[in-house]
């Protein structure tokens, strides 16, 4: 079984510039969930949808990320513009409803 | 608002000992609770997961307890090795649908 895709695995950008990343969740996954990992912390949820509509995104700073999951299968995230601190892992994961989380291999972001 | 602390933030042992890892969460109604496994640069790996009705799980070297009463789970590694070297997370869930609420994580090394 194939596991949680994402790319591209690093991005490198300049403050204030635009970046989006990509999450191919495990087939038959409906839940899709988006964390950020900043170095030395745990990961905290940005936004979780079932299918493809958002189920939380409260913790998701609107006014420069968005997110979306068009046909309830694959999903980008955006920062645009980008700030320093949102230099961070950008952890992908699905799973079954209530199930078990499976995570990618995550999306290294460096804002500088 | 569910917080959960991992102590301590690193430890170094040498191959061979026996190793607890702590982990501590505010809000005892939770659904389950999970360890993870992180390897530098790399996504995380399900280790164990605790449903809120157990008390403990093992898999090989690994066992976990849960006493959710007091808000406390650990984690328990025999016979360390160096292939243990990672950034070992818990994580608890309030509900079946709900995200995961992680802890900082313990950085392990185990020296050869």
């Known amino acids: 079984e194939a596991g949680v895709a994402q790319s591209p695995r690093y991005k490198i950008i300049e403050k204030r510039q635009s970046v989006a990343f990509w999450c191919n969740p495990i087939?038959?996954?409906?839940?899709l969930y988006w964390y950020q990992q900043i170095l030395g912390q745990g990961p905290k949820l940005l936004i979780q949808?079932?299918?493809?509509?958002?189920?939380?995104d409260s913790q998701l700073p609107k006014d420069r990320f968005s997110a979306e999951r068009l046909k309830g299968v694959d999903s980008t995230l955006k920062i645009q513009p980008a700030k320093l601190e949102d230099s961070a892992v950008y952890l992908c994961?699905?799973?079954?409803?209530?199930?078990?989380?499976?995570f990618g291999p995550g999306t290294r972001l460096t804002v500088t | 608002k569910q917080e959960v602390t991992q102590i301590p933030a690193a430890l170094s042992v040498p191959e061979g000992e026996n190793l607890v890892l702590n982990c501590s969460f505010t809000?005892?109604?939770?659904?389950?609770l999970q360890w993870f496994r992180q390897d530098p640069g790399k996504g995380l790996t399900s280790l164990l997961l605790?449903?809120?009705?157990?008390r403990e799980q093992t898999s090989g070297r690994l066992n976990a307890s849960l006493d959710k009463s007091s808000g406390r789970s650990t984690l328990y590694i025999a016979a360390s090795q160096p292939g243990d070297s990672a950034t070992y997370l818990c994580?608890?869930?309030?509900?079946?649908?709900?995200?995961?609420?992680f802890g900082g994580g313990t950085r392990l090394m185990v020296k050869p």
């Open positions: 809000d005892s109604a939770i659904y389950n």
């Open positions: 994580a608890v869930r309030r509900g079946a649908g709900n995200m995961l609420t």
């Open positions: 949808f079932q299918n493809n509509g958002v189920v939380d």
């Open positions: 087939s038959g996954h409906a839940t």
């Open positions: 994961a699905s799973s079954p409803p209530g199930y078990e989380q499976y």
């Open positions: 605790i449903q809120s009705s157990q």
